[in-house]
Nanobody, 121 residues
Framework: QVQLVESGGGLVQAGGSLRLSCAASGRTFSSYAMGWFRQAPGKEREFVAVINLSGLGTYYTHSVKGRFTISRDNAKNTVYLQMNSLKPEDTGVYYC??????????????WGQGTQVTVSS
């Protein structure tokens, strides 16, 4: 079992930055790839980024490449999402998830409760 708790969301102006954190409980954190997903009002949950077990492999959705960086600290059981040059279309609830190294939400077994990110224009 893995429990995930996100933090770091908030309101920011376009062009600003936020850093999301996701703290995991349990001793098996390093056994899972970690992903970030987001869901805007009225839209389906979409993939944002994933990082593999070691932290050496990452993959991003096209719209955030060059602006977002995913990282993990296995010693602290934490995964991060550094978000720079934020745009209003980045607004949504951001979720971290533990599971396979995939961009498909069905491949993730554990989910956090989400943290709201709002980018004003």
């Amino acid at each position: 079992q893995v429990q995930l708790v996100e933090s770091g969301g908030g309101l920011v102006q376009a062009g600003g930055s936020l850093r999301l954190s996701c703290a995991a409980s349990g001793r098996t954190f390093s056994s899972y790839a970690m992903g970030w997903f987001r869901q805007a009002p009225g839209k389906e949950r979409e993939f944002v980024a994933v990082i593999n077990l070691s932290g050496l492999g990452t993959y991003y959705t096209h719209s955030v490449k060059g602006r977002f960086t995913i990282s993990r600290d296995n010693a602290k059981n934490t995964v991060y999402l550094q978000m720079n040059s934020l745009k209003p279309e980045d607004t949504g609830v951001y979720y971290c998830a533990a599971g396979a190294n995939s961009d498909d939400p069905d491949d993730y077994a554990y989910w956090g409760q989400g943290t709201q990110v709002t980018v004003s224009s």
